[in-house]
């Protein structure tokens, strides 16, 4: 007699389950992909603290690791508290989020508006892990020069006036990404030009290192800006594989396009130096590497990794020859943000719009190369609308923080080094030498 109501509780019970796993969207693979993916972007800060460590002279070795260790600290609070709902928030005329979700109002483990596979959380944290990089990006423009308090001020503005509008415009329902229909998979636009020309316009502004271009400033520790290289390739596939906020087959194209791009780039930059300068140096196979990466960003869920390669020799050979301008133009980008962020992600936006490929990802369009040349054309609407607004604003803020608080260091701290004279401590301890440790 027991048996009929076991089968009927199973019938009764079967829909009942079936309508609630539709009804909780969130799927427990993608937010495990996801959560990784937020702790390999997270991992990428400290790695470029180490990549941009290395660069500086000996003095300057803590002062600016702690420039991208902070930020970790400082955007991570700023993203809680207004970036992330000013860059993802309800959208206002396709400019900006809402301050609906200030403080995370409203943003629980509910699925995420922007991907309801994932929880709101993830999302956020997710993106948080850009918002951290960004500015930490533009740190290497003005490296060995900038005054500490003035930087923090300027990068907690920079995040809200210029990165969170420019996410929304991208990728929380603004108008690039929404009207326009530009493509940027994981942040040729928001990350790297924006950055690059947020450094440029810094290292304008606040002019060039004492005895640039004279004395030589060459690298202190080029194993560290090897090892920071290293760790931005690892976390760089959660950067871009982690961007298709699944873990399905277009994180899979993501991470393949990634590691091919910055493998070609490496290449091409080590063989265009080899024809330049008869070498091959450890500091242009790291740094072609670097450019490979920022280049394949916009493209990596959009693009075969066969022209994941074209992008890549594009990066490696173009980035290098925009480094070598440097000394012509006589501007003093301390480490090549410019050079290799800027020309890297302009190449890695036009590229999209030539390489794209709906056969890859139909969620994406064809480029140039496959029939849809107004596609290159959005794309180079939107890299310059990007330039132009970060451009504007990014010279605003610094003026303002000149203005008010000086972004300078004296000339006799920039002298010491801002280990000593901004932190008051040492990179190296060499034991003791003529009664002094040194």
């Known amino acids: 007699m027991k048996f009929p ?12 389950s079936l309508y609630a796993e539709e009804a909780d969207t969130i799927n427990a693979g993608d937010t495990t992909w996801i959560l990784v993916s937020t702790a390999l972007v997270m991992l990428m800060t ?17 002062g600016t690791i702690m420039h991208s260790f902070i930020l970790l600290c400082l955007i ?29 109002n409203g943003v629980g483990q509910e699925p995420a508006p922007m991907s309801p596979n994932i929880p709101h959380l993830v999302f956020m944290m997710f993106q948080g892990m850009f918002a951290v990089i960004t500015p930490a990006l533009i740190t290497g423009a003005f490296a060995e020069r900038i005054k500490f308090s003035s930087f923090l001020v300027f990068s907690v503005i920079w995040v809200t006036i210029v990165y969170s509008p420019l996410a929304h415009w991208v990728w929380g329902g603004g108008w690039i990404g929404s009207k326009l229909g530009a493509l940027d998979f994981a942040g040729g636009t928001v990350v790297h030009i924006s950055s690059a020309v947020a450094a440029l316009t810094a290292a304008v502004v606040i002019g060039k290192r004492q005895g640039y271009p004279r004395e030589q400033m060459h690298p202190h520790n080029l194993p560290m800006t090897i090892l920071g290289a290293a760790l931005l390739w690892f976390g760089w596939f959660g950067f871009n ?21 910055a493998g070609t780039a490496a ?21 072609g590497a670097v ?35 440097k000394s012509v133009l006589g501007y003093d980008d301390s480490l090549d943000v410019f050079g290799i962020h800027g020309v890297g992600g302009t190449w890695g936006a036009v590229a999209t719009g030539l390489f794209a490929s709906v056969a890859v990802n139909p969620g994406g369009a064809d480029g140039l190369f496959f029939g849809n040349p107004s596609l290159l054309m959005t794309q180079i609407i939107a890299i310059a609308a990007s330039y132009v607004f970060v451009f504007v604003f990014t010279l605003i803020i610094l003026k303002i923080v000149d203005w008010t608080m000086g972004l300078r260091l004296s000339e006799d701290d920039e002298y010491t080094g801002l280990d000593l004279c901004v932190h008051g401590e040492c990179g190296y301890d060499y034991g003791v030498a003529h009664g002094k440790n040194i």
Do not use: Q
């Open 5 to 16: 109501w076991l089968i009927f509780l199973l019938i009764f019970c079967t829909p009942l």
């Open 46 to 62: 400290p790695g470029l603290a180490f990549f941009y460590g290395g660069m500086v002279r000996r003095k300057n070795v803590l």
């Open 76 to 104: 991570s609070v700023v993203w809680v508290l207004w970036g992330y709902s000013l860059a993802f928030g309800p959208d206002k005329g396709g400019i900006v989020g809402g301050l609906e979700w200030f403080g995370l």
């Open 241 to 261: 594989a982690g961007s298709a906020l699944a873990s399905g087959g277009l994180a899979a194209l993501a991470f393949v396009t990634t590691n091919t791009a």
């Open 267 to 287: 290449l091409a930059w080590s063989f265009t130096e080899w024809l330049h300068r008869k070498k091959a140096t450890a500091l242009g196979v790291v740094s």
């Open 291 to 325: 450019a490979g990466l920022v280049a394949i960003t916009p493209a990596a869920g959009f693009v075969s990794p066969l022209s994941a390669i074209l992008i890549g020799i594009g990066a490696g050979s173009l980035c290098y020859l925009a480094v070598n301008l």
